[in-house]
């Protein structure tokens, strides 16, 4: 079965440090990675995808991250973190099984706090 | 080109009674999906519509929960007899194809639920 893990349920960080929020993966095929932001009372942003193309996946809002199938990891960072960025952080993997649509399977989601 | 629209933002019942959460896709999009989302955790898939049609309602409980996408008109969840369990926020999703996992789906701000 598909799961996805993410190791930090909160991240406290001050204003212009750097980001890591980390993100395990567990699948059988190469799958398809999300990572989503939800700021609150607000919608499901898409910061990034990865689809098996290059391994390092530039988002928006200066976010990216690295796909490394020997570490089963998906980690989102970011070199220099804004007041704009405190949220809620989901990693995602599309279940490869759903027959070819987007059945989402959603980390627990890590709540970025970001402090001046 | 408006986004995925769900109205209400916000509903309270009393236990015992129906809830109705609609969802408006992106124009042009005919594909819609449910996810349901409790306190503190993440996404949870529910239901995959399209328009006349459901397709995929693994995720949905047996009882007292159903789904719907008219041909004319936004797509509803419906939810008899609600119980405290029932409070959570409930997101809409859209798509224009099913036809590739990584097609990006659009989030709706979300309905949240409060069961009293």
């Known amino acids: 079965a598909q799961s996805v893990t993410q190791l930090d349920s909160h991240v406290s960080v001050s204003e212009g440090t750097p980001v890591l929020l980390r993100c395990n993966y567990s699948?059988?095929?190469?799958?398809?990675l999300f990572w989503y932001v939800q700021h609150p009372n607000k919608g499901l942003q898409l910061l990034l995808k990865y689809t098996s193309a290059a391994t390092l996946v530039k988002g928006i809002n200066g976010f990216e991250a690295e796909f490394k199938k020997s570490e089963t990891s998906f980690h989102l960072t970011k070199p220099s973190a804004h007041m704009s960025d405190a949220a809620e952080y989901f990693c995602v993997v599309s279940d490869p099984f759903s027959g070819g649509y987007n059945k989402l399977i959603f980390g627990a989601g890590t709540r970025l706090a970001v402090h001046p | 080109n408006a986004g995925v629209m769900q109205n209400p933002r916000h509903l309270v019942r009393r236990r015992g009674q129906e809830a109705r959460l609609r969802c408006s896709p992106m124009k042009g999009h005919s594909h819609v999906y449910w996810y349901r989302q409790l306190p503190e955790e993440g996404l949870k898939f529910m239901v995959y519509?399209?328009?006349?049609?459901?397709?995929?309602e693994s995720g949905m409980p047996k009882e007292r929960f159903s789904a719907e996408f008219p041909k004319e008109g936004p797509s509803i969840l419906r939810i008899q007899q609600v119980v405290r369990g029932d409070s959570a926020a409930y997101f809409c999703?859209?798509?224009?194809?099913?036809?590739?996992?990584?097609?990006?789906?659009?989030f709706g701000q979300g309905t949240r639920l409060t069961v009293v």
């Open positions: 519509l399209q328009k006349e049609n459901i397709i995929d």
């Open positions: 999703a859209s798509s224009p194809r099913k036809d590739r996992v990584n097609t990006e789906a659009f």
């Open positions: 699948s059988s095929y190469s799958p398809s």
